[in-house]
């Protein structure tokens, strides 16, 4: 797995103004690779609902990135039945797991951009680009993009048409009724519906990791660099 932390280094290094570094945590039988570097900064990252405090790097102008890259090792079988089918297994874990040094590891990968200042009360989480190589959520999309909005409340002036409600009903009252939670939906970023194609995808295999984490993080890039001079 360091072979594949060093090629997503090496292909991402023309992103960011200083050399690229990733710092390696042991967590528990887990692998776990976060970036870092000579600017950092606290922030809080809204991951699931919790908020963990973590390191952010300068990106540029007043951009935070946070990057973290998990291998969580896949227990194989040793001792087989006669007559089960060991290729056929294998070629599973193969089509599902990231194989490394005949190992095989569920891979997470998650990007978080913030924007403010140093402080970590002063940064705002924009977004999160986040690949999970889960098996047990088919409604989730992998890979998939993570939105923090400040508010989504219904406009007051929206009118509300169609529906035959009586007037003492106080449904309408209720604040939970009047705003969409954006943070808990995952929004595809390869849904391949013009092709009728998944939008589940696997990582499996270390250039497609690699390279789907440079592109994300160049079209990133590219895209807040617009927000900054673009007029509307």
């Not at 095989?104 to 989480?125: A, D, L, P, R």
């Amino acid at each position: 797995m360091n072979k594949t932390v060093e090629d997503i280094k090496n292909a991402c290094s023309d992103l960011f103004d200083r050399k690229l570094v990733f710092s390696s945590l042991n967590k528990e039988i887990n692998r776990v690779f976060v970036i870092s570097g000579d600017d950092l900064s606290p922030a809080l990252n809204n991951h699931n609902g919790a908020f963990e405090p973590i390191n952010t790097l300068k990106w540029f102008n007043n951009f935070w990135i946070y990057i973290e890259i998990k291998f969580k090792p896949i227990a194989i079988e040793s001792k087989f039945q006669k007559g089960f089918d060991k290729k056929e297994y294998f070629k599973q874990l193969s089509d599902i797991f990231l194989k490394i040094n005949n190992e095989y590891f569920n891979v997470i990968i998650s990007i978080s951009i913030f924007q403010g200042g140093y402080q970590e009360k002063e940064k705002k989480q924009l977004f999160r680009a986040e690949w999970d190589n889960f098996d047990d959520n088919k409604i989730h999309p992998q890979p998939h993009w993570h939105i923090y909005p400040e508010e989504n409340l219904i406009s007051a002036e929206d009118d509300i048409i169609d529906f035959d409600i009586n007037e003492n009903d106080d449904f309408l009252d209720d604040a939970s009724l009047q705003k969409i939670d954006l943070k808990r939906m995952h929004f595809a970023m390869n849904g391949q519906w013009s092709q009728n194609g998944t939008q589940i995808h696997r990582i499996n295999d270390s250039k497609v990791l690699v390279n789907w984490l440079a592109g994300a993080l160049g079209h990133i890039k590219e895209q807040l660099r617009e927000t900054k001079t673009t007029k509307r």
